[in-house]
T-cell receptor, first 115, second 111 residues
């Protein structure tokens, strides 16, 4: 149980385009989903916290108009990187928190490369 | 001062060794403690979750928490090459709140 999926696993796009990443909790309902960014050989950096049906809470320094988050249901959250630039290239990982628990379960990550 | 300190390593041990991974934290308000394993280019996988001082064992893994010293550890017994990964400690203040991660320790177990 407690499986989180992400799609796509890898995406390469041209500068200026927008990219949508989906995060799904497959076998449980997630009240809260989190979006992280990870640079090579670095730890995870929290970008935003997303609660179903409400606006996401962004961490300081993360542009909410650049990284659009939609948490439409208890099993789906999406992150859209708008007008992507090469500096947005990174590994993006989501996690989901069980409705009744503390643990966060992570997706497999999405590697974004912006040319 | 970082909220969570973790030695990034790298740590290299022979197969069968006991591995000790550690984190310290500064905020006594932290209540929940987790260890994640992350293989290269994969998402973190939850290994252990504890919320009280003391030891918690799961197979070859033992998580230890000392709240008075603000110190947490993960021990791996009979380490295997498949344990080679980055190990991240994560700490949480309240139920369901954001995780604060350590830098991660890169472990290599040599056959």
């Amino acid at each position: 149980g407690a499986v989180v999926s992400q799609h796509p696993s890898r995406v390469i796009c041209k500068s200026g385009t927008s990219v949508k990443i989906e995060c799904r909790s497959l076998d449980f309902q997630a009240t809260t989903m989190f979006w992280y960014r990870q640079f090579p050989k670095k730890s995870l950096m929290l970008m935003a916290t997303s609660n179903e049906g409400s606006k996401a809470t962004y961490e300081q320094g993360v542009e909410k108009d650049k990284f659009l988050i939609n948490h439409a249901s208890l099993t789906l959250s999406t992150l859209t990187v708008t007008s992507a630039h090469p500096e947005d290239s990174s590994f993006y990982i989501c996690s989901a928190s069980l409705r009744t628990g503390n643990e966060q379960f992570f997706g497999p990550g999405t590697r974004l490369t912006v040319l | 001062q970082k909220e969570v300190e973790q030695d990034p390593g790298p740590l290299s041990v022979p197969e069968g060794a006991i591995v000790s991974l550690n984190c310290t934290y500064s905020n006594s308000a932290f209540q929940y403690f987790m260890w994640y394993r992350q293989y290269s280019r994969k998402g973190p996988e939850l290994l252990m979750y504890t919320y009280s001082s003391g030891n918690k064992e799961d197979g070859r893994f033992t998580a230890q928490v000392d709240k008075s010293s603000k110190y947490i550890s993960l021990f791996i017994r009979d380490s295997q090459p498949s344990d080679s990964a980055t190990y991240l400690c994560a700490i949480q203040e309240t139920s369901g709140s954001r995780l604060t991660f350590g830098e991660g320790t890169q472990l290599t177990v040599n056959p």
